[in-house]
């Protein structure tokens, strides 16, 4: 989800990511002639000092190495780095469920779905689920809601229907006597795996979540570049690298959706003067 401070951070990114291109457009004027727009007329016409502040704000795009930002615009964005490394984590899996069932329903013979529980329904990769089993514990809460951890069960595990996707649909059975979820309500549930242990981690902010896969930056040399990797447990804090990043490797901590925006611009909104 996107808070405040980074609907800002993408206003003046709309005003960055036009310089990753680095053309200027044209227009015509009153008498039928065509001029450089003033931004491009400004830049032709500038003297060295003003050329070399020009390229300092600018943000570049290099295929298979990544983004370059100058010191200013690292300083604009509010860039922050981080070298990862091991450290001790609860084996804990976290997940979204939605509650398909209220608890204010009657039981069901057929379903064996009881009154005064709410049921939830949350998609876990299959390589995670396998670690889970039915009737364990697992403690969730509400999201956007300021009520304390609660205890539930682990009801059905069903590795069938999503199987192509590479997903298995695990169901929730959450005690809920006050009738507090409805349905279609998010609840954030955890699923703890056993004793800690150490592990690669990054930071949760580090990690960026897209529809073609799940990556971080990675510093390489004088560029960030964006970086496929798989994940294992979650905590609030940290999430396990089990694939793509290695030990002493600097990550991007934030902004890594405002990088990607960059990146988008650079890739997707062209670069090339016609």
């Known amino acids: 989800m996107i808070n405040n401070s980074q609907w800002t951070m993408m206003g003046l990114l709309c005003v960055l990511t036009f310089s990753v291109g680095g053309c200027g457009s044209k227009h015509k004027s009153d008498d039928g002639h065509e001029h450089e727009s003033h931004a491009a007329e400004v830049k032709k016409n500038s003297d060295d000092h003003e050329d070399h502040a ?6 570049t795009y290099q295929e298979g190495k990544g983004i370059r930002l100058p010191e ?11 070298e990862i490394g091991e450290q001790e984590l609860a084996p804990t899996l976290s997940s979204t469920a939605q509650i398909y ?9 057929h379903g064996k779905e009881r009154s005064g529980n709410a049921y939830a329904t949350a998609l876990i990769a299959s390589e995670l689920a396998d670690k889970l ?32 996707l590479g997903k298995t649909e695990v169901l929730l059975e959450l005690p809920d006597p006050d009738h507090a979820w409805a349905v279609g309500d998010f609840v954030e549930v955890r699923f703890p795996l ?27 040399g004088g560029f960030l570049l964006r970086t496929e990797i798989k994940t294992g447990i979650q905590t609030d804090d940290a999430i396990e690298i089990t694939e793509g990043l290695y030990e002493g490797d600097t990550v991007v901590v ?13 890739t997707k909104g062209g670069g090339h003067c016609h």
Do not use: C, H
Request: without cysteine.
């Open 54 to 59: 020009d390229e300092t704000a600018s943000a």
């Open 72 to 82: 200013e615009t690292q300083k604009s964005l509010g860039l922050e780095l981080v």
């Open 254 to 266: 934030k902004p890594v959706e405002a990088l990607y925006l960059i990146e988008l611009r650079a």
């Open 133 to 164: 089993a039915l009737g364990k514990k697992a403690t969730f809460i509400g999201r956007g809601k300021s009520d304390s951890l609660r205890e539930g069960t682990i009801w059905k595990i069903d590795s069938t229907q999503m199987a192509m």
């Open 194 to 220: 056993g004793n800690n242990r150490k592990t690669l981690t990054i930071p949760r902010s580090a990690m960026l979540e897209t529809s073609t896969g799940t990556y971080a930056f990675v510093q390489n």
């Open 101 to 109: 069932r209220a608890s204010s329903e009657p039981s069901r013979k």
